[in-house]
């Protein structure tokens, strides 16, 4: 599981490793919140060559994943767990070093907790879209899809179904079935790259969006689909509900529901001041 997390007003790139149940995070972000380095790359670069010649083993602790970078695209980054995190930190002088172990230290504690209660990862993504500078009536809106997404897809692992690529073929059937653009054809119609797609709904998409995967759930349990070829089908019809509900919407306002609007550009914002 991939995600950004604030600190202060940077964001730092995150993995959370299901099998090994750690956190894993991009060390370039992290060396650029703690120097305000121009040119964080270059003092990793550096920084790491001095560790090496130092004998630490620290560089062979690191970990490439492929994150987003700010040209749209996924590029290997190097990627350190907390614990050796905590050790970079110790050989990078900063005044924010301190507040930043501690920062760290939450990070971990909050992840135990959400998996104790899952509840409670509802409340950080309130937070975290406050902080985003989203609006609190969009924002209550997104955290009920989140809910609503996650029935259909508990729904779905309870049918056998498989994460991953079956997921998205069906999510890609209902967004098709619902707004009449499939998910790639909506992003770029919202101008987006990797970014996610339901972050960049308006509240009116949302909703619909919401009861085509709500529709979907119920009709699964009602029809009972035995293979993935029959759950397509309910996908479609999932959809299809969601569709006549735009078709109306639209037959009494005059106005396209699915529009080009995304978080950038249009989306209500009860701050302008927060630093992407």
Not at 20 to 28: G, I, K, M, N
Not at 41 to 62: A, C, P, V
Not at 178 to 189: A, F, M, P, R
Request: aromatic share 8%.
């Amino acid at each position: 599981m991939k995600d950004l997390k604030v600190f202060e007003t940077q964001e730092v790139r995150t993995h959370w490793d299901q099998e090994d149940e750690r956190w894993y995070f991009s060390v370039v972000d992290v060396v650029a919140v703690l120097t305000d380095s121009s040119v964080p790359k270059r003092y990793w670069s550096d920084l790491k060559k001095k560790l090496t010649n130092e004998g630490s083993q620290l560089y062979d602790n690191i970990v490439q994943l492929k994150f987003e970078s700010s040209d749209g695209k996924r590029y290997k980054t190097d990627c350190l767990n907390t614990e050796n995190l905590f050790r970079l930190i110790q050989s990078i002088p900063s005044p924010k070093a301190e507040p930043f172990k501690l920062w760290l230290a939450q990070i971990a504690s909050e992840r135990l907790d959400e998996m104790q209660d899952p509840e409670l990862s509802i409340d950080r993504a309130l937070e975290q879209y406050l902080k985003l500078g989203y609006s609190e009536n969009w924002i209550n809106q997104r955290l009920k899809s989140i809910e609503i997404r996650k029935e259909l897809t508990d729904e779905w692992k309870n049918r056998g179904l498989k994460e991953g690529k079956q997921f998205a073929i069906l999510t890609n059937i209902i967004t098709k079935a619902w707004s009449e653009k499939t998910t790639k054809e909506y992003k770029i119609l919202k101008g987006l790259k990797k970014e996610n797609l339901r972050d960049n709904m308006t509240n009116t998409e949302l909703i619909l969006n919401m009861l085509a995967d709500a529709s979907t759930k119920d009709i699964s349990q009602a029809v009972d689909p035995e293979t993935f070829e029959e759950s397509k089908e309910v996908a479609k019809q999932g959809g299809d509900v969601a569709s006549v509900a735009r078709k109306s919407l639209e037959a009494k306002t005059g106005k396209k529901v699915v529009s080009e609007l995304n978080s950038k550009s249009a989306l209500p914002k009860h701050t302008k001041n927060f630093k992407k």
